[in-house]
């Protein structure tokens, strides 16, 4: 059964080789520049001054790769899906060879197994493959950009479970639904779903974010803004490396942001007055208007805090470990409910 | 060895027919003591019936003492059904070709010829069973 | 001695409709068996079942004394070639034989490449490529060749041109003749089986109308015409089947197991065709509520 799984299943195989063996080239190719270009110009920018000449043209390199590469890791478990799973069983009742393969000294749960396995193991390892090319070139420019939960989907090991998923998902449908593209545009729809559903609805609950309430500082950035419908309202920036926010906002020890009338009062003459449109803090080369802001300011952060609600940058293999499992579980469950339609209730 | 012919319009079951040809060919002497019948697997290969049917007819051919069945071997003929030696059949084809010759040449058509001959056939044997 | 296929109360139900009720077979072993009826009547669902590819809604089945979902070694025993003889189209023909050989323990690749040999049939070539007697032909050996004691074929002829149907029966009564495997074949002509079948089943509207062997039937149905009479006329022993009339004849085919004494007819045996149609107009003019008539002969 291994070697006719094997023999159903080569020309798939050998495309996913192709694919895999195009990416290592592109890889192989590019990949030590990028590594080049950052160990002579970003590793060293600090000690020479300001790094966003070099870190700009580091992100900026192989732009189109950067895209591809991105792309291909999150349209890959959808491949699987489409064409690995849902083909699987829906192709066999379509020619009617079922009436053929199951009547042969193999039981029907024996065959599902065995292709289950086989090409469940396999999308793993190509998925794994991928991710770990791509999150290798990627590295460099992850190094400089510092937000890996922004680039999460596309790293580290989420992507092997999003293909066991698909696949899994893939196969059920086909089994349900018998006609090979209703099952592939099934297996599409519930893969974004899922995709979707535990991007918004679980990702972000899995652990309880820490929030940190930080004194107000002048960093580039610190701000009075004027937002078309919600009035006048003060920002910091936050700069956390590698941590997923939440949320960013400047509050009072009551939980609430500044008014536009305390705004307009504290920084009365940052916003009209001679040295109006002082409304940012570094840089600005006017000393009116920096004296101006450094006085609003110092009304503001008398009374308000930063409020950050976030993920350490230090949890982030905890969320590709638990999503992996979401998604690893959730297979599981579809491939039981395969067995069990296979066996009980398809007849 | 004989090849079998089936006709399944004629209303007669298929091992009659068997039967009957192996009569008929032990009648014409085309087959003589000695010789091997086709076997089960042979007949049916060409003539897609159930092997059964061949196997009831090689059974009847043995109850009726003309075959007997050598295990490992096949069925071979044991028996003769022919009334006469070869030399008077011989002889008798013989007289009827130049019987036939002189018909034809007296200006008789097939038709004719044998019209003659089932009368003669009738009258023969209705005179002759008494 | 094991039936070859014994049913009991079978029946398949599709949402309100039978596929099939209320079947009860007992089928020795060793026969060429016809199975004949309409399109729709329920052979298909039969075969299936016997096959494991479908479960009983009711009563059970069994072959060769075991059931279909008994596990690989049952699926073993029986060699299936399904409707329209489905095979991997992109496979090549040696392809088929080695999945054959790799899901089958006593597959026999000698006589699998022996057949293809004698068949012409060129190993490299795709499934797909082949014409339907061609494919016929290897869905035949593919079910011979894992020696199976029991041959089930779902229309094998069906769609095939009458060389082809002629060579595939004539390769299967050789593979009986050599191996003495039972054979189940089903078809809606009775022309196409009448050469090979020694047991015949009718089967009519998902039931079963008449079973038994060949001679058996053949020996207890009678054509009888006379002058003009009604059926209730008839002694009880003789069962009409079929009867016609005109203002001075009648004609009956009736089936009894005592000799026909009544001089006033005319006896006349019947033929196999005569019998499946008699029984199949029977059964159309039965009532749908009607138990159907049900003859096991030995």
Redesign the interface.
Same mark, same amino acid.
């Given at each position: 059964?291994i070697?006719?799984t094997s %023999? +159903?299943f080569r020309i798939q195989a050998a495309i996913a080789v192709g694919v895999l063996v195009l990416v290592a080239i592109a890889v192989a190719i590019t990949g030590p520049n990028l590594v080049h270009l950052y160990d002579t110009t970003v590793a060293n920018c600090k000690a020479h001054g300001d790094c966003s000449y070099a870190s700009n043209a580091l992100t900026q390199s192989d732009s189109f790769l950067q895209s591809a590469f991105g792309a291909l890791l999150l349209v890959l478990p959808a491949l699987v899906g489409i064409f690995w799973g849902a083909p699987l069983i829906a192709r066999e009742f379509e020619?009617?060879?079922?009436? %053929? &393969?199951?009547? +042969?000294? &193999?039981?029907r749960m024996?065959w599902l197994a065995v292709k289950l396995g086989i090409i469940g193991l396999t999308s793993m390892a190509v998925a794994g493959l991928a991710t770990l090319m791509v999150s290798w070139w990627f590295s460099p420019i992850d190094k400089v950009t510092k937000v890996q939960f922004a680039s999460f989907d596309e790293r580290g090991i989420v992507v092997i479970g999003y293909a066991l998923f698909a696949f899994a998902f893939g196969v059920a449908a086909g089994l349900l639904i018998r006609r090979t593209v209703p099952a592939m545009f099934a297996a599409l729809v519930a893969f974004i779903g899922a995709r979707l559903a535990v991007t918004y609805w679980v990702r972000p609950h899995l652990l309880a974010p820490v929030k940190a309430a930080m004194p107000l500082h002048i960093v580039f950035g610190t701000s009075i803004e004027q937002g078309s419908s919600t009035g006048l309202s003060f920002f910091e920036p936050v700069n956390i490396p590698n941590a997923w926010i939440y949320s960013n906002e400047v509050v009072n020890n009551s939980g609430h942001a500044p008014t536009a009338q305390f705004l307009q009062s504290a920084c009365h003459s940052a916003l009209s007055g001679p040295a109006s449109g002082a409304v940012q803090g570094v840089p600005t080369p006017n000393q009116n208007a920096q004296t101006a802001f450094a006085e609003c300011f110092a009304n503001v952060a008398a009374k308000f805090h930063q409020l950050v609600i976030y993920q350490p940058a230090s949890r982030y293999w905890a969320f590709q470990w638990y999503e992996t499992a979401i998604f690893f579980g959730l297979a599981v469950i579809v491939a039981g409910f395969s067995f069990w339609w296979v066996r009980r209730r398809l &007849? | 060895m004989i090849e079998f012919q089936l006709d399944t319009a004629g209303g007669v079951a298929t091992y009659l027919q068997l039967v009957q040809q192996v009569h008929q060919a032990l009648r014409l002497g085309l087959l003589e003591p000695g010789d091997q019948l086709p076997t089960a697997q042979q007949v049916v290969a060409k003539l897609a019936i159930n092997p059964n049917t061949v196997l009831k007819a090689y059974r009847d051919l043995e109850r009726e003492g003309l075959v007997r069945p050598r295990p490992g071997q096949g069925t071979f003929v044991i028996a003769s059904l022919s009334h006469t030696d070869p030399a008077t059949q011989a002889r008798l084809l013989s007289s009827m070709t130049s019987w036939l010759r002189s018909a034809h040449s007296a200006g008789l058509g097939p038709d004719d010829i044998e019209a003659i001959y089932r009368t003669a056939f009738r009258n023969y044997f209705a005179e002759g069973v008494a | 001695m094991t039936a070859a296929l014994e049913t009991s109360g079978l029946g398949k139900q599709y949402g309100q409709k039978w596929a099939l009720h209320d079947c009860t077979l007992a089928i020795p072993e060793g026969k060429v068996v016809g199975l004949v009826g309409p399109n729709g009547a329920g052979k298909s669902t039969l075969l =299936?079942l016997a096959?494991?590819?479908?479960?009983p809604t009711s009563g059970t089945i069994e072959v060769l004394g075991g059931r279909p979902s008994d596990?690989?070694?049952q699926?073993?025993r029986?060699g299936?070639v399904?409707q329209?003889t489905?095979?991997?189209?992109g496979?090549s023909v040696a @392809?088929h034989l080695?999945?054959?050989a790799?899901? =089958?323990?006593?597959w026999d690749s000698k006589l699998a490449e022996r057949r293809i040999k004698q068949l012409g049939l060129d190993p490299r070539q795709k499934a797909g490529s082949l014409s339907g007697g061609q494919r016929a032909q290897l869905?035949l050996v593919?079910a011979l060749a @894992?020696k199976p004691e029991i041959l089930i074929l779902d229309e094998p002829v069906a769609s095939l041109d009458p060389l082809a149907r002629r060579e595939f029966l004539q390769t299967l009564m050789e593979v009986v003749a050599e191996h003495g495997v039972s054979v189940v074949l089903s078809s809606h002509l009775i022309a196409d089986l009448e050469r090979v079948c020694d047991y015949l089943v009718v089967l009519v509207a998902s039931h079963v109308q008449l079973s038994g062997d060949v001679s058996a039937l053949l020996a207890s149905h009678y054509h009888l015409s006379g002058p003009r009479r009604d059926r209730s006329t008839l002694p009880a022993n003789q069962e009409v089947i079929e009867e016609s009339h005109t203002d001075k004849q009648s004609v009956f085919m009736v089936r009894t197991d005592n000799p026909i004494i009544d001089p006033a007819w005319i006896v006349k045996p019947v033929t196999l065709d005569d019998l499946v149609l008699g029984y199949m107009r029977q059964a159309r003019e039965a009532e749908p509520h009607r138990r159907p008539d049900l003859g096991v002969l030995r």
């Open positions: 059964m070697r006719f %023999l +159903q020619a009617g060879t079922f009436r %053929l &393969v199951w009547t +042969q000294s &193999v039981t024996r &007849v | - | =299936n096959v494991g590819l479908l479960a596990g690989p070694s699926l073993g029986i299936f399904a329209d489905p095979t991997y189209e496979m @392809k080695r999945m054959g790799w899901l =089958n323990p006593h869905a593919l @894992k």
